[in-house]
């Protein structure tokens, strides 16, 4: 079985670019999330897709990060405009549908390192 | 945000067993206790996970105190591979579904 895949697996880009990350997640699962580190600091999360729809968007840190998962298969993360602040690792994750789990392990995949100069 | 606490690093050397301990003395009756970790290079990747009773399998031993204030990572014959990150994170029962919120985490270092 695949598991959690990412493209590209690096990105250099200038300020004021636009970069674009891809997810795709392990086949059937409903959840999707996308998390980053940036330098120095703490994985963080970033939103949770359950299918198609955004289930928790809390950790979006502002409107230059667009997110979609369109079909509800696999998800897209955009930066526009990247800034230096937005380098770090960006990792996907997905997960089984929760109804009537008690645990709900989420695969990752390997990441993205995003550079902008 | 995170609502453990764990040392920052440890050491260990090679085919000895490694105790990582967590602090969470906040935790409810609802949080399960999660271990994950991150090898260099790779995303995270699950470990174990607990309630109440101690956790068996294939990769850890997972003790929790009796008031589930605090657990350790056992890992009975630590080997090389087993360098990396680990995470001890609280995750409400009743919500597996939602996100992970990732501390700093142990690094752990073997040494051959």
């Known amino acids: 079985e695949a598991g959690v895949t990412q493209f590209p697996s690096h990105s250099v880009i200038e300020k004021g670019q636009t970069v674009t990350l891809r997810c795709d997640p392990i086949s059937g699962h409903d959840n999707l999330y996308w998390y980053r580190r940036v330098m120095g600091k703490e994985i963080k999360f970033l939103l949770h897709?359950?299918?198609?729809?955004?289930?928790?968007e809390s950790g979006m840190p502002n409107n230059r990060f667009l997110a979609e998962r369109t079909g509800g298969t696999y998800s897209t993360l955009k930066v526009q405009p990247a800034e230096l602040e937005d380098s770090g690792v960006y990792f996907c994750?997905?997960?089984?549908?929760?109804?009537?789990?008690?645990?709900?392990?989420?695969?990752f995949g390997p990441g993205t390192r995003l550079t902008v100069l | 945000d995170a609502k453990t606490t764990q040392p920052n690093s440890m050491e260990s050397n090679e085919e000895e067993p490694v105790h990582l301990p967590c602090n969470h003395s906040?935790?409810?009756?609802?949080?399960?206790i999660h271990w994950y970790r991150q090898l260099p290079s790779q995303g995270p990747e699950y470990v174990i996970h607990g309630l109440t009773s101690n956790v068996n399998n294939r990769m850890a031993s997972l003790a929790i105190a009796e008031d589930r204030k605090s657990s350790t990572l056992i890992l009975h014959r630590a080997t090389l591979r087993d360098a990396a990150v680990y995470y001890c994170i609280l995750r409400d029962g009743y919500n597996q579904g939602g996100k992970l919120i990732f501390g700093q985490g142990t690094e752990l270092s073997v040494k051959p």
């Open positions: 906040t935790i409810s009756g609802t949080d399960y």
């Open positions: 994750a997905s997960s089984q549908e929760t109804r009537g789990l008690i645990h709900n392990e989420q695969f």
């Open positions: 897709f359950v299918k198609e729809s955004k289930q928790d």
